[in-house]
């Protein structure tokens, strides 16, 4: 699975929207970009994935670049409760053992009241 | 959506003794499951994946007589750390897919200190 880069931490004000980058350089034309957070002491939660074109759904919004190197995660109107780990990840979409995750260090987002 | 459930969500045993750790799919069959390890402040390690009706894969550097797998059934993997010392508290996680699905569902985590 192609490697990721993401900020280590970021800031956000609540009722803002918080945009999470991450650079994905290496990624194949058969991988998807997808994103999960964790809470702390939680397992991991499922966000949003993509292949290439932007995605929404009641929690974010995911927009991709065209030349897909790069994604934002975009949560509209951050919440105090979504303070948590963003990991952005990409792997091929298919069964079995393909379903296992490598996951990197993340970024700790920190919303602020 | 589909929910992953552990047992126990924490944990506390003496060196020396064993731990188990169950993982269940609540309302699908997952033919396979994944370990995940989280040590404090570093992120997720896949330990092993788990087959129904076959021996689990475990990654590098993975201990499989320390850590064993075992999924009996369409919805039940386990997780048994054997001799369980203090370097093996952490916290442990699973994940399970739903069948022809694309996401990931976790469990709750497990917390299992070794004192």
């Known amino acids: 699975d192609a490697k990721t880069t993401q900020p280590p931490s970021m800031d956000c004000a609540e009722g803002r929207a918080a945009n999470l980058p991450c650079n994905h350089s290496t990624i194949s034309g058969n991988e998807y970009v997808y994103w999960y957070r964790q809470i702390h002491s939680q397992g991991p939660q499922y966000i949003i994935h993509?292949?290439?074109n932007n995605e929404t759904n009641e929690m974010a919004s995911l927009i991709i670049t065209e030349d897909r190197k790069s994604s934002t995660l975009i949560l509209p109107h951050a919440t105090l409760r979504d303070t948590a780990v963003y990991y952005c990840?990409?792997?091929?979409?298919?069964?079995?053992?393909?379903?296992?995750?490598?996951f990197g260090k993340g970024t700790l987002l920190t919303v602020n009241p | 959506g589909a929910v992953v459930s552990q047992h126990p969500s924490r944990v506390i045993c003496k060196s020396g003794t064993s731990v188990k750790i169950e993982c269940r799919s609540l309302?699908?069959?997952?033919?396979?499951m994944f370990w995940y390890r989280q040590f404090p402040k570093q992120s997720l390690m896949l330990m092993a994946t788990?087959?129904?009706?076959?021996?689990?894969?475990?990654e590098q550097g993975v201990e499989k007589d320390k850590f064993l797998i075992n999924h009996a059934s369409l919805t039940l993997s386990t997780l048994t750390v054997t001799s369980a010392h203090p370097e093996d508290s952490s916290f442990y996680i699973c994940s399970a897919n739903i069948p022809g699905g694309t996401e990931a569902f976790f469990g709750q985590g497990t917390r299992l200190t070794v004192v």
């Open positions: 788990s087959n129904e009706g076959s021996k689990a894969t475990y």
């Open positions: 993509g292949l290439k």
């Open positions: 990840i990409v792997r091929v979409s298919s069964g079995g053992s393909n379903y296992k995750l490598t």
């Open positions: 309302d699908f069959q997952a033919t396979t």
